[in-house]
């Protein structure tokens, strides 16, 4: 016999009352007479998301305004989660997760997550531009990279009543799988299963429980599997001593080789190494001061600096490369880092504008951004999985129905009784199972 856990006690409860609350009215602060929230073909997404696929931008422009989402991203990172350990994100999974929220967001909403990315530029351009990097990720050669996005739907809060527009364009344009379930105590697994299918198994579990407010859960996971364009040979491979950012020494495998693309800057020297296919690389940059971690380094190193460092690529020199083989985990709730890079009104519940997706303005709002990450670099290559989670709930007020729970989670009695006479033909103690 399965015994309830606390935890699921508590979600059962939550959909309990939402399901009084809201089963059959509209989400926000509706009362139950209030008319249900229906997909009115006079509610528009503030974008016209037919014209997005027929949308033009300049290539090099584009490409120079994500470069500066990555480097803010990466520093506001490292500044508010970094400590002296490893720390590793995809700007491209953040991105890609986000912009299914900004087709669906209106006003300030959509502006400040547009500028979070391509500052300037409109939100067409955006669009187009997230959905053209998911299309090269899914057409390289050589290499094995993905990028996979879904969407869950809770038929308790939202149903049908989400717009049909934003669901059919993220399925068309961002190849979204876009499932209506009722959320209960396994819908987590549900998620994590698909992320676990879709990072090649290198992320097992990002979602723990959901929040019963949560009205809709958006999924983004790339994956990436590259072999060296030039193999290291037995007598490249080494072990050795790595210095930890606090100063002690740690055991190491340590990977040599000879390249011919340099990078120098007064902050830092560098070297890349090509994955099979060339379409992709390992970029390594080293600060120049010995006297600072990686963490510290990265915190003032900014979209500037990194143009300038890719600027200073030459191939005039041999570049003798040695660096360890490595293995790295890395998870945070990005929230705030994207609240301090301006994007702050999608997670205020009285500002957030995503009537796009459903209800009006102030109905929903994103609750969390959970990111996760893992890499390992070795003597064949490279393996890297990145998943994007953002939990949308609704702002409705959840009353607790009056009902009783018996929550056997430590020593029982039990009795198998006649029911007319209740009279018990078994009986016993349950002090472990």
Request: glycine share 6%; charged share 25%.
């Amino acid at each position: 016999m399965k015994i309830c856990s606390k935890k699921d006690i508590k979600f059962i409860t939550g959909i309990l009352a939402a399901s009084l609350l809201l089963g059959g009215c509209s989400i926000g602060k509706a009362k139950a007479t209030d008319k249900p929230l229906e997909n009115d073909p006079k509610v528009k997404t503030e974008i016209n998301l037919s014209k997005v696929s027929d949308t033009d931008y300049d290539e090099d422009e584009m490409d120079a305004l994500y470069r500066n989402y990555c480097c803010n991203i990466f520093s506001q990172t490292v500044k508010d989660y970094g400590g002296n350990g490893n720390v590793m994100i995809s700007p491209a999974s953040i991105m890609m997760a986000f912009d299914m929220v900004a087709a669906g967001a209106k006003g300030d909403s959509l502006k400040q997550l547009t500028d979070l990315f391509a500052a300037g530029q409109g939100p067409l351009t955006q669009q187009a531009y997230a959905a053209s990097l998911m299309d090269k990720i899914n057409n390289s050669k050589d290499v094995h990279f993905t990028c996979a996005n879904a969407i869950w739907n809770n038929e308790t809060l939202l149903g049908n009543k989400v717009n049909s527009e934003y669901v059919d364009y993220v399925k068309e344009t961002f190849l979204a799988e876009y499932k209506v379930t009722v959320f209960d105590s396994k819908t987590p697994d549900e998620i994590n299963s698909w992320i676990c299918d879709h990072t090649d198994k290198m992320i097992e579990k990002v979602v723990n429980e959901l929040d019963p407010k949560t009205v809709m859960v958006l999924v983004n996971a790339i994956s990436f599997i590259g072999k060296w364009e030039q193999e290291y040979e037995d007598i490249q491979i080494n072990d050795g001593k790595f210095i930890k950012a606090d100063g002690t020494e740690q055991d190491a495998t340590f990977l040599s080789d000879k390249t011919r693309r340099y990078f120098e800057t007064e902050k830092a020297t560098g070297f890349m190494k090509t994955y099979k296919g060339g379409e992709y690389a390992f970029l390594a940059i080293l600060p120049s001061d010995k006297s600072i971690n990686a963490n510290e380094f990265a915190k003032n190193f900014t979209a500037e600096d990194y143009e300038k460092f890719i600027n200073s690529s030459t191939s005039q020199y041999d570049v003798y490369s040695v660096m360890p083989e490595f293995k790295s985990d890395f998870e945070i709730m990005i929230n705030d880092s994207i609240r301090k890079l301006g994007c702050t009104d999608i997670f205020d519940e009285t500002k957030a504008d995503l009537s796009g997706i459903a209800g009006e303005p102030g109905d929903i709002f994103v609750s969390k951004a959970i990111h996760k990450t893992h890499i390992e670099v070795d003597r064949n290559g490279t393996k890297a999985s990145a998943v994007t989670v953002i939990t949308v709930e609704t702002n409705a007020a959840m009353e607790e129905p009056e009902f009783k729970t018996v929550n056997c989670d430590r020593p029982f009695v039990y009795a198998i009784v006649d029911v007319r006479t209740m009279a018990p033909v078994f009986m016993g103690t349950v002090n472990e199972v």
